[in-house]
């Protein structure tokens, strides 16, 4: 069974930065891609950020040169380091491992 918890959202204002955590359940952790997504309030929910087992890593347009997805495969535990944050970056944002999901942590970007 894989439990995904995320932690590190919060509000923060415009310009800022906040690091989200994914700590991982299970021993597939290492094995597999990461991934973490968001849905603003009205919206669909969109894709992020994505890195392989490997470490490769992939980017939103929208989100490329502002935020860092990075992994710790002893601690199960995938990042995503958000910096220049801006008031549409608002959401609630997902970490992804396979088909599994994690219940989510609001960020809020506001002044």
């Known amino acids: 069974q894989v439990h995904l918890v995320e932690s590190g959202g919060g509000l923060v204002q415009p310009g800022g930065s906040l690091r989200l955590s994914c700590a991982a359940s299970g021993s597939i952790f290492s094995d597999n891609a990461m991934g973490w997504y968001r849905q603003a309030p009205g919206k669909e929910r969109e894709w992020v950020a994505g890195i392989s087992s490997g470490g490769f890593r992939r980017y939103a347009d929208s989100v490329k040169g502002r935020f860092a997805i990075s992994r710790d495969n002893a601690k199960n535990t995938v990042y995503l380091q958000m910096s220049s944050l801006k008031p549409e970056d608002t959401a609630v944002y997902y970490c992804?491992?396979?088909?599994?999901w994690g219940q989510g942590t609001q960020v809020t970007v506001s002044s």
């Open positions: 992804t491992l396979g088909p599994h």
